[in-house]
Nanobody, 121 residues
Framework: QVQLVESGGGSVQAGGSLRLSCAVS????????MAWYRQAPGKQREFVAV???????NHADSVKGRFTISRDNAKNTVNLQMNSLKPEDTAVYYC???????????????WGQGTQVTVSS
């Protein structure tokens, strides 16, 4: 069983910073992409950032220059450093990973339980 556990959410004033972390555990052969998504109240879940196995990263236009995704392959973790936070960044942030459980099998998509980020003006 694969588990993704997020940590680091909380409340902060506009202009502040938070760092989210996500640890992937369980029976894992390989982890492909690791990403962050977020869902604000009344809105659909949206892409925030992704880090691929070949070291490439991409960030949504709304967070470019403020958020930075990083990955530690040795620890099976992905982080999201969030700076210059704005009230519109308020959302539940979800970790996502493409995991191959058994060599030769196709990857499966897994989600964490989410962590709340609240930015006050």
């Amino acid at each position: 069983q694969v588990q993704l556990v997020e940590s680091g959410g909380g409340s902060v004033q506009a202009g502040g910073s938070l760092r989210l972390s996500c640890a992937v555990s369980g029976s894992i052969f390989a982890i492909n992409t690791m990403a962050w998504y977020r869902q604000a109240p009344g809105k659909q879940r949206e892409f925030v950032a992704v880090f691929t196995t070949d070291g490439r990263s991409n960030h949504a236009d709304s967070v470019k220059g403020r958020f930075t995704i990083s990955r530690d392959n040795a620890k099976n973790t992905v982080n999201l450093q969030m700076n210059s936070l704005k009230p519109e960044d308020t959302a539940v942030y979800y970790c996502n990973a493409g995991v191959v459980v058994v060599q030769g099998q196709l990857e499966s998509n897994y989600w964490g339980q989410g962590t709340q980020v609240t930015v006050s003006s």
